[in-house]
């Protein structure tokens, strides 16, 4: 018994020890870098890029869309406001396509940081907005007029609105890109948030 314990004792400090020196020299853990991170920085994602104004219909994979207008909501939270990009998209295709703000949509700052549609947007819709719907899916030959929440500082008031026309097939090299100036925000309609 006291051999077995020994035996064990001496496997787990070789074990501790393996990586000490176990391999020295021969591989080296890889630097891990937040620079070049987002979208910009994955190969053939958004490599096509079409840049629209606002209220301009475009038809890329069979997926015609339009940003409406961008609405700031008036919520404050911690510093970030709530703004709601209104979009309209259609499919024109004969399959039904998995849409969604998270995979579909981000935004892009002016200092290049890259910001995806926030959960507590959507929460915050789903409870206080009138007649707000998710964008999940879109059924062929059905359009999606809604919103896609997202949470940017309060002093924030231009960016660009990155949408990936994803289609049936869920092709992302492609990207509409629309610049969104502080005259394009418009306030919440009176009625459209009911808190």
Do not use: H
Request: hydrophobic content about 35%; aromatic content about 8%.
């Amino acid at each position: 018994m006291k051999k077995f314990k020994i035996s064990a004792l001496l496997l787990t400090a070789v074990l501790a020890l393996t990586p000490v020196f176990g391999c020295s020299g021969e591989t080296s853990e890889p630097e891990i870098s937040l620079e070049g991170t987002g979208y910009a920085a994955l190969p053939d994602v958004g490599k096509e890029k079409v840049n629209v104004s606002m209220n301009e219909d475009t038809d890329i994979n069979e997926t015609p869309y339009k940003l409406n207008r961008v609405i700031d909501s008036g919520r404050i939270q911690d510093g970030q406001k709530y703004i709601y990009l209104d979009v309209t998209i259609k499919n024109t295709s004969d399959k039904a396509m998995e849409l969604s703000g998270l995979k579909n949509f981000y935004l892009v700052l002016s200092d290049e940081t890259e910001v995806l549609p926030d959960i507590r947007a959507d929460i915050y819709a789903k409870r206080a907005m009138t007649g707000y719907q998710q964008l999940l899916s879109i059924e062929a030959g059905s359009e999606f007029n809604g919103y896609i929440g997202f949470l940017v500082d309060q002093n924030v008031n231009s960016f660009t609105v990155g949408f990936f026309p994803t289609g049936k097939d869920d092709d992302r090299t492609n990207v509409i890109l629309c610049d969104v100036k502080e005259s394009d925000i418009v306030a919440a309609p009176d009625g459209m948030f009911t808190a």
